[in-house]
Structure formats: structure tokens, C-alpha cells
């Protein structure tokens, strides 16, 4: 049974039979015959379709399709899936994007099946050190960036601004030590869009959830976020759901004192904070709680790199 320290990355997925049937025709024809085969796939927030289907010949495909409810704004999170995907060159460890399309207010992506695993839960240390190699490969194959991309200041800018918002909120509740130095957090997580640019393309929102294994590969998946950033900006904002999820703690993993990384990481930190204090969006029932888990591990790694009393 999960609880707050360790909730699932789940959100309501719609079954194959239910996305809208002009999208099931369409990607039929796409893929050159009836469906005989759908497997629902779970893990991820995306209150959407995400099935591995089958044709009649034989013919797989993995497929995402999300419509305008119960969440509108999962349709616009798609459309850049979309966009992003379609542009991710052949060094980026991501399934390769068949086809996709916008259908009667529905975003749908087609990807090649890829017959893959999540890593274990709680994470293994042997999966675990194979995914932080392919972030550091993956990382140099990507700097400098070869595809055009916003910043991470662009991306996330509107997100990163939880303690600058705490001070004009209720902050009943929250952590002693956070509101003894709310002033002092919000003026270091204003700097942390200069901190954490850079030139390598960085996919901005990696959990066990968005990456696949098999024998031999690594696969990053879902790439609505991707933007431009620091090389180190992935792993840092991986390893607080690496030790919610039973793996070690961040600071374990990641000792670079930089300056630089400690903004970023109060920028995170404010963000899963506030966010863990906000009411469940529509279709997604364990999103506030996986934040609110990932806020505790990024608060106490935030307390040892600042040194604050």
C-alpha cells in the first residue's frame, strides 16, 4: 500500500476503447489494419491513453492520446510532446516517433513499441547507477544542444517562484525551518534561471516513470519539457524522487558544491513545496502527493547545502 512518503506515479488512464473513434480509425489506417490488441500501460501523471497495441498482421506501435477532458491542459503538454519528439535527433535514447497528429480536439503521438521495463521500486542500485551513466552520456551527446530549444528559464519560469509565493500565502503547516528563512529562500530561488542556463538540451522532468530499460539500453521517454540547461540540471532534478523512491539520498549522489546548483535546487525545492500544498487538478489524483514526497527529500537536501539554522 503506498502512502505520502512513497505514493505512485499513476495518473486515470483511459482505456484504448474509449479514446475518441475518428483517433482509433485514424491510427489504424496508420498502422495498416485493425487493432486486435491494447495493453494499457501505467506510470506517469497524464490523465490519457497510453496503450501498446497490436494489428492483425502483426504490426506494434506504443500510442499516447489525450483529449480536452477531464484535464485541458494535458492537451496542450502534448502538442509539445509532439512538436518535441518530431525533433529529437537519432542520439537522444527515446523511442522514435512514427507518427502524430491533432484529431478532433484530441493530441495523439505514435511511437515504436519498445519491449522495455520501468526500473524496479524501490530503485536498485544496479538500474539506478545504469540510468545516472546514460544521463551523463546522454548529457555529453546533447552539449551543445543539436535542436533548437527555449531555456529552462522559459520553460519553468512561471513554475519556479514557490517561495516568493509562500510569502504572500498561508503558510500554516509548512516546515519550521523553511519559514524561519522564507525570506532568505525566496531571494536565492530568484536567481536560479542564470544558474542553471547552459547550452545542452535537457529533458526537465525525469522519474523512474519516464525512463524504460532493457537488456542492454536506456530510454528516456516523454519529452514535453525539453528545453535548454546546464548539463547537471537533470540529475539534480531527478534525485529527489531517486531517494523518495527508496534509492539513496541526493547528496549521496551528487556532492558538486557550485553555488550555481544550490539556487536551482531552492527553485525545485519552493516548487514541489508549494505545489504539495495545492488541491488535486482534475485527473490527476497522486500528482500533489508524489510532489509533496519529493518536497521532503529536496527540503532536507536543501538544508545541507545551504548550512541554515
Not at 151 to 169: H, P, Y
Not at 180 to 193: C, D, F, Q, V
Request: glycine share 8%; with cysteine.
Amino acid at each position: 500500500m503506498s502512502t505520502d512518503t512513497n505514493p505512485p506515479a499513476s495518473g486515470a488512464r483511459v482505456p484504448w476503447e474509449d479514446v475518441h473513434p475518428l483517433v482509433r480509425e485514424a491510427v489504424e489506417a496508420f498502422l495498416g489494419g485493425p487493432i486486435v490488441e491494447a495493453v494499457t500501460q501505467q506510470g506517469g501523471f497524464s490523465p490519457a491513453a497510453a496503450v501498446r497495441l497490436r494489428t492483425a498482421a502483426g504490426r506494434r506501435a506504443f500510442v499516447k492520446a489525450v483529449g480536452p477532458e477531464p484535464n485541458p491542459d494535458s492537451v496542450a503538454i502534448y502538442r509539445s510532446e509532439l512538436r518535441n519528439a518530431a525533433a529529437l535527433p537519432e542520439s537522444v535514447p527515446a523511442p522514435k516517433l512514427l507518427t502524430g497528429f491533432e484529431l478532433e480536439g484530441w493530441v495523439t503521438l505514435v511511437f515504436e513499441d519498445v519491449e522495455a521495463v520501468h526500473p524496479a521500486m524501490p530503485w536498485r542500485r544496479d538500474e539506478l547507477d545504469r540510468v545516472l551513466l546514460a544521463l551523463k552520456e546522454m548529457s555529453a551527446a546533447l552539449s551543445p544542444s543539436p535542436i533548437a530549444a527555449p531555456t529552462v528559464g522559459e520553460v519553468m519560469g512561471d513554475s519556479f517562484q514557490g517561495w516568493r509565493s509562500l510569502l504572500d500565502e498561508d503558510t500554516s503547516g509548512l516546515d519550521p525551518w523553511a519559514l524561519r528563512n522564507l525570506t532568505e529562500l525566496a531571494a536565492l530561488e530568484s536567481g536560479w534561471a542564470a544558474a542553471a542556463a547552459g547550452d545542452t538540451l535537457v529533458h526537465a522532468d525525469l522519474r523512474a516513470d519516464n525512463i524504460l530499460l532493457t537488456s542492454d539500453r536506456v530510454y528516456v521517454v516523454d519529452w514535453p519539457w525539453a528545453c535548454l540547461a546546464a548539463p547537471w540540471y537533470d540529475r539534480v532534478a531527478m534525485l529527489p524522487s531517486v531517494a523518495m523512491q527508496g534509492g539513496p539520498a541526493p547528496h549521496e549522489l551528487f556532492d558538486d558544491p557550485d553555488p550555481a546548483v544550490t539556487a536551482v535546487l531552492a527553485a525545485i525545492t519552493g516548487y514541489f513545496v508549494r505545489q504539495g500544498r495545492q488541491a488535486d487538478p482534475p485527473g490527476l489524483p497522486t500528482l500533489r502527493a508524489f510532489q509533496r514526497a519529493q518536497g521532503v527529500v529536496a527540503l532536507e537536501w536543501l538544508k545541507r547545502r545551504t548550512g541554515w539554522v
